[in-house]
């Protein structure tokens, strides 16, 4: 078990630019989660995927964000033209997505994003 | 919406004190998470709870479900250095956490 990776760990970008974030999840987990995180914030979801199937996504999830699990496993997270308002830590976590333990995310070490 | 209460917000301690932190709730959950975050990393989940009334340990860490499923409370035994960091609760909604607003623990010299 070699945890949740995520990359790259820091992103710096002008703003207007596109930007593209990797989660590579536990191997076993199903469920893969996106949430961002601002400082002095707990952390605000923002879509999941049950395997490759993209299941929800929150209203702060604009069109200008997309997420991806082509094959069940790794997933990308992509801001088109970015704004300074998307500066924060995105986060990525994992769970099994059954059984009694289906609440239980693992998260990654997250990727920082700071637009100029 | 649904919101989690946390308190304290921070709490200045003297190491090898113990430290009490809870979390609240006006709805019923079936679920209770612990996490601890340090900076510029993602959170790590320490205890997680599925009972009223379950209390369970992971070290110098205990975590209880209140019995009414609408609070729960971590407690940290003797504490050291690497304990400082934001400690958060949550709980389930569905197919996300949702999150309380986190508990700054700062260790004096």
């Known amino acids: 078990d070699t945890g949740v990776s995520q990359n790259p760990r820091h992103k710096i970008t002008k703003r207007g630019q596109n930007v593209t974030f990797r989660c590579d999840p536990i191997s076993e987990h199903n469920r893969l989660y996106w949430y961002r995180q601002t400082l002095g914030q707990g952390p605000e979801f923002l879509t999941y995927?049950?395997?490759?199937?993209?299941?929800?996504k929150s209203r702060l999830l604009s069109d200008r964000f997309s997420a991806e699990r082509p094959k069940g496993s790794f997933s990308t997270l992509e801001i088109q033209r970015t704004e300074q308002g998307d500066s924060a830590m995105y986060l990525c976590a994992s769970s099994l997505g059954i059984g009694g333990r289906l609440y239980e995310q693992y998260f990654g070490p997250g990727t920082r994003l700071t637009v100029t | 919406g649904q919101q989690l209460n946390q308190s304290p917000q921070s709490m200045f301690i003297q190491e090898g004190e113990d430290v009490s932190m809870n979390c609240t709730s006006s709805s019923i959950f079936n679920t209770w998470l612990w996490y601890k975050q340090d900076p510029g990393e993602g959170p790590v989940l320490l205890i997680a709870l599925y009972k009223a009334g379950e209390l369970t340990s992971n070290g110098r860490l205990t975590a209880q479900f209140g019995i009414t499923r609408k609070d729960s409370f971590l407690n940290i035994s003797a504490s050291i250095p690497s304990d400082v960091g934001i400690y958060f609760c949550a709980t389930d909604s569905n197919y996300q956490l949702i999150w309380g607003a986190g508990t700054k623990l700062i260790i004096k010299p």
């Open positions: 995927f049950q395997n490759e199937a993209q299941l929800e």
